[in-house]
């Protein structure tokens, strides 16, 4: 049984930074390309980052994301990262981790951990 465990969320300030951790078990992270999902209260849930983990691990960003986060995995120790920088209010949501089978196609989610980003 796939799991992805998440960590790094909670409280940042305007303009601050915070790192979000998602680990795989059950599983090796390197068959799985990986992604990260936003969602707002009442909405769907939205793509914000994606890499592959073959090749070159090209990277896809939402254009929300661009500029302020960096999407990162290591294969060695199973776990994926999002840098987030230079964080806004908008920013502000529950974010998941994924781990897809195809890119942009998630096999597999994590728990979510609520982002606020306050004064």
């Known amino acids: 049984q796939v799991q992805l465990v998440e960590s790094g969320g909670g409280l940042v300030q305007p303009g601050g930074s915070l790192r979000r951790s998602c680990v795989i078990s059950g599983g090796t992270f390197s068959a799985y390309d990986m992604g990260w999902y936003r969602q707002a209260p009442g909405s769907g849930r939205e793509f914000v980052a994606a890499i592959n983990w073959s090749g070159g691990s090209t990277t896809y960003y939402a254009d929300s994301a661009k500029g302020g986060f960096t999407i990162a995995k290591d294969n060695a120790k199973n776990t994926g990262y999002l840098h987030m920088n230079r964080l806004k209010h908008a920013n502000a949501d529950i974010y998941y981790c994924?781990?897809?089978?195809?890119?942009?196609?998630?096999?597999?989610w994590g728990r979510g951990t609520q982002i606020t980003v306050d004064s």
């Open positions: 994924t781990a897809e089978s195809a890119l942009g196609s998630p096999s597999y």
